[in-house]
């Protein structure tokens, strides 16, 4: 059996052999996510892998669970005679190691950080007037607002260059239904609707926050938001 959820920030696929999992085992599965869900939020891509199988000779369970990260690999494994408690101790496990790695990648120099995914990389090739921002927003002047936002566009075209990896149906996409430019202005679409709300943080951070929403609005419904984007551009 295989089961498999990519919502939130994490994939996660579970299989099993010789077992059926079911729907409350996989409930008590997925409530036992949540810390590493948070911990892997910085990554680009984090695909967790865990397998289980059950030994009737042995009466026990085998748990596998394999975390992929950027340039990064972590896994575990564990025996119990009941599987969510082999399971829960791998996650425990797991995320140990998630930790003593991110401390390591944090002593390591600032390029080597970045290729993780681990820092905030969106900054303008000049300070925007926030000012001129402020007034477009509140007067509904989207082509004036993009112009003066238009001092992130390269640092949002790389960085969402390398987070489209966490979704493999948009980054197949690439070049065919979807390009890069279009999801970068589905961010500064996002921004325009947001700015008068946004939080108190440095505007590159807030971009960068709204990368993954706008990648799942095309991934979900590209045509539509497609045609939003042209009649917008027109």
């Avoid at 951070?205 to 979900?220: F, H, Q, R, V």
């Amino acid at each position: 059996m295989r089961y498999t959820d990519e919502v939130f920030d994490l994939r996660v696929q579970i299989q099993t052999r010789h077992y059926e999992l079911g729907r409350e085992m996989r409930e008590r599965m997925e409530s036992e996510l949540d810390s590493l869900r948070k911990l892997v939020r910085t990554f680009p891509v984090a695909d967790l892998h865990a397998d289980v199988a059950r030994h009737p000779r042995k009466k026990d369970f085998h748990v596998k669970v394999t975390l992929r990260l950027p340039h990064k690999t972590l896994f575990t494994g564990e025996r119990d005679e009941r599987p969510e408690r082999a399971y829960e101790q791998c996650i425990r496990k797991l995320i140990n190691k998630v930790k003593g790695y991110k401390e390591a990648l944090g002593r390591k120099p600032a390029q080597e950080r970045a290729a993780s995914g681990l820092v905030h990389e969106v900054y303008p090739s000049r300070e925007p007037d926030l000012e001129k921002l402020t007034a477009a927003a509140r007067n509904g002047d989207y082509p004036a607002f993009r112009e003066e936002l238009r001092v992130y566009d390269d640092a949002l075209h790389e960085r969402i260059g390398r987070w489209i990896q966490r979704y493999p149906e948009v980054e197949a996409m690439l070049g065919r239904e979807v390009v890069l430019a279009e999801i970068v202005e589905e961010v500064h679409l996002n921004a325009f609707e947001r700015f008068l709300d946004r939080p108190a943080d440095r505007l590159g951070n807030w971009l960068e926050s709204l990368m993954d929403p706008s990648i799942k609005a095309l991934a979900g419904d590209p045509d539509g938001e497609k045609e939003n984007l042209r009649m917008v551009n027109s």
